[in-house]
């Protein structure tokens, strides 16, 4: 089966710029997760949507960014305006329902995002 | 909350001899316990899990780990290193039971020396 894919491999855009992230899940995941690894620190869960609903979004920064799932498959995540602190590298994962809490997430390669 | 402390940013082996990763996590609930790789230019790949049952858990590539629960650890290990071993892993925890996403320790590069 196709793995979880993400796109753009590698962004670099300007502080106060838009820049959206894409993911694909494995198809027929319900779980999707994304999370975000800023140079020298961990990866930090961001939110969850099961199917198209947002089930926790405790993660996420701030309101410049936005997810959204629509129809359940791909999800996106909208930065608006970037700022510097924003660079690092953002992956994303997915899981089957019955595997969620059994380490059944798939990740991407992730998109490394630099604001400069 | 939950929390992972990964000792060392770096841990370099010379190759064929034993890895050793550390791991110690902190958990309010019973743990779900992740060793993760990331080769270069790779997503992160699931070596093993600990959930129930065995506290010796083993993985893929010959890696191993061990859940310890009086010690609050769960140490990667692998008898003898390759060169392909080179990458960094990272050790995560979830709660069991309905927890949502993964805490993540800070990763650890290993350094396979010829």
């Known amino acids: 089966e196709a793995g979880v894919t993400q796109f753009p491999s590698h962004s670099v855009i300007e502080k106060g710029q838009t820049v959206t992230l894409r993911c694909d899940p494995i198809?027929?995941?319900?779980?999707l997760y994304w999370y975000r690894r800023v140079m020298g620190k961990e990866i930090k869960f961001l939110l969850h949507?099961?199917?198209?609903?947002?089930?926790?979004e405790s993660g996420m920064p701030n309101n410049r960014f936005l997810a959204e799932r629509t129809g359940g498959t791909y999800s996106t995540l909208k930065v608006q305006p970037a700022e510097l602190e924003d660079s690092g590298v953002y992956f994303c994962?997915?899981?089957?329902?019955?595997?969620?809490?059994?380490?059944?997430?798939?990740f991407g390669s992730g998109t490394r995002l630099t604001v400069v | 909350a939950q929390s992972v402390t990964q000792l060392g940013s770096h841990v370099s082996v010379s190759e064929g001899a034993l890895v050793l990763l550390r791991c110690n996590y902190s958990?309010?609930?019973?743990?779900?316990l992740f060793w993760y790789v990331q080769y270069p230019n790779q997503g992160l790949q699931l070596l093993l899990k600990?959930?129930?049952?065995?506290?010796l858990v083993k993985g893929i590539n010959g890696f191993e780990a061990e859940f310890k629960k009086s010690e609050t650890s769960f140490h990667l290990t692998k008898p003898s290193a390759h060169m392909s071993d080179a990458a960094e892993y990272f050790c995560?925890?979830?709660?069991?039971?309905?927890?949502?996403?993964?805490?993540f320790g800070k990763g650890t590069h290993l350094i396979i020396q010829p």
């Open positions: 600990y959930t129930t049952g065995a506290t």
């Open positions: 995560a925890v979830s709660g069991a039971g309905g927890a949502d996403g993964l805490t």
């Open positions: 198809s027929g995941h319900d779980n």
């Open positions: 958990s309010s609930v019973p743990p779900y």
């Open positions: 949507f099961v199917k198209e609903s947002k089930q926790d």
């Open positions: 994962a997915s899981s089957q329902v019955f595997e969620k809490n059994l380490g059944g997430y798939t």
